[in-house]
């Protein structure tokens, strides 16, 4: 791509030699212990390199794993250096497998998942008002919204007012003051908005409420340590931010309608976002809906572990029980009031759909959850896979499109479906 090309479409320099910038777990990499060939792993794999050449993502992190055994562990790109407005004379640092990249709304499903294990350990009925738990978000009329509601996405309070200072996001005890006195656009739970930024903090809420510490302290008792996660905390430690992968607004810059279905979205524009992700004040914060940081091999294992029904490495982190209701879908297919587009929710996960849906074609038992867009992170239970593709661009729409849902197709054609029988519990 040249220069011209490069500044018009606002992506990175991409090198020609791709084995230069390609960082591979050999070790990692297992395809032959479930009998996928080398075909299928390298088909794969080039459909991230046809996303990576789009110049769109830096850095990328790809793991797949199937019938447990991960078969593609890789990375390629930079993971800070080579953003469409670094210096030419900016250190380019490689991506790896174990860079920490910042899920963001892709932590929205580990956050859920907590939630459902409380629920299991009898600590929290989801179908309980919020208020129940915590008194004073009844104000303004949300005094019957339920913990269920703020998990599917049907809670009434989509945003943060508008004014909203940024540095808000970082002062837990400010930003719920300011949940508290919103006022909902709902109540009933009818109608879908997607809660970017706002359910998470609601849930946080419940969760120390009801537990007497700490979310960060909760997912590392009950996920992160048990499941011998490196990373994988909400924000990361003030001496691990040089280490987590630089994020880059890339792409096209969106025009109406699409820049304001981004501003009611994500609460501004893109260069905003960037500004703002790239902050050591949030990186360092605690987002529940947001700023999970961790590798795609620790969000591929996450979702391995929901598979197996809760199981991991013979430890059981939850009940088969919890991740069937984790995964249940709640009401029908419907347009996202904030995002603009049909979307299938359970409480807590997007969800698939059959002939074709989010997570590609026939992918009826198909949950995860898709970060800043770009990022996609999921399970397929009648195809025995669990999937985390990381990048750290995040354009919105573009000449990238077409790479991305090439991949997602690749995959699930790479991947055909199980006979019934043989699939895991979870797709019964």
Not at 4 to 15: D, E, F, G, M, V
Not at 227 to 239: H, Q
Not at 337 to 344: A, E, K, S, V, Y
Request: glycine share 10%; charged share 20%.
């Amino acid at each position: 791509m040249n220069r011209l090309a490069r500044r018009a479409l606002h992506t990175c320099q991409i090198p020609r030699d791709l084995t230069s910038v390609t960082f591979r777990d050999a070790a990692g990499e297992k395809p032959a212990k479930v009998g996928l060939s080398t075909e299928s792993v390298e088909a794969i794999w080039r459909s991230v390199e046809g996303l990576y050449r789009t110049g769109v993502h830096p850095g990328i992190q790809l793991s797949v794993r199937h019938r447990g055994e991960q078969v593609l562990h890789r990375a390629i790109g930079h993971a800070s250096g080579n953003g469409p407005d670094d210096r030419a004379d900016a250190i380019k640092v490689p991506m790896t497998t174990d860079t920490p990249i910042c899920y963001f709304s892709a932590s929205k499903a580990v956050t859920a998942l907590l939630m459902h294990m409380l629920s299991e350990q009898g600590l929290v009925n989801l179908m309980d008002p919020v208020s129940y738990y915590c008194p004073e978000f009844a104000q303004n009329g949300k005094r019957t919204i339920t913990v269920h509601q703020i998990l599917v996405h049907r809670g009434g309070i989509p945003a943060i007012p508008r004014e909203t200072p940024i540095d808000v996001l970082w002062n837990r005890d400010e930003v719920w003051r300011l949940l508290c006195e919103a006022r909902p656009v709902e109540v009933d739970g009818a109608k879908v908005a997607y809660h970017a930024i706002t359910g998470g903090f609601v849930l946080q809420r419940v969760l120390e409420k009801v537990t007497g510490t700490s979310i960060e302290h909760y997912l590392d008792t009950h996920l992160r340590q048990p499941m011998g996660m490196k990373w994988f905390t909400y924000g990361i430690a003030p001496e691990h931010v040089p280490d987590l992968a630089a994020n880059y607004a890339t792409g096209p810059r969106p025009r109406f309608p699409v820049s304001w279905v981004v501003n009611r979205a994500l609460g501004g524009d893109i260069r905003t976002v960037e500004q703002v992700t790239n902050d050591p004040r949030f990186q360092e914060a605690v987002i529940p809906a947001g700023n999970l940081c961790g590798t795609a091999e620790e969000m591929g294992r996450f979702f391995q572990m929901m598979l197996n029904g809760g199981i991991w490495k013979g430890k059981r982190i939850c009940s088969e029980m919890t991740i069937r209701r984790a995964i249940q879908q709640f009401g029908s297919l419907q347009i996202d009031r904030t995002m603009m587009i049909p979307m299938r929710f359970s409480a807590g996960l997007m969800l698939g759909g059959n002939p074709v849906g989010l997570w590609g074609q026939h992918s009826r038992y198909a949950f995860g959850h898709v970060g800043l867009i770009n990022k996609l992170c999921w399970a397929d239970a009648a195809r025995d896979i669990s999937v985390s593709l990381l990048n750290t661009g995040f354009p919105i729409v573009g000449h990238h499109l077409p790479a991305l849902a090439k991949f997602v197709y690749t995959v699930c054609d790479r991947f055909p479906l199980i006979p019934e029988g043989q699939r895991p519990l979870v797709a019964a």
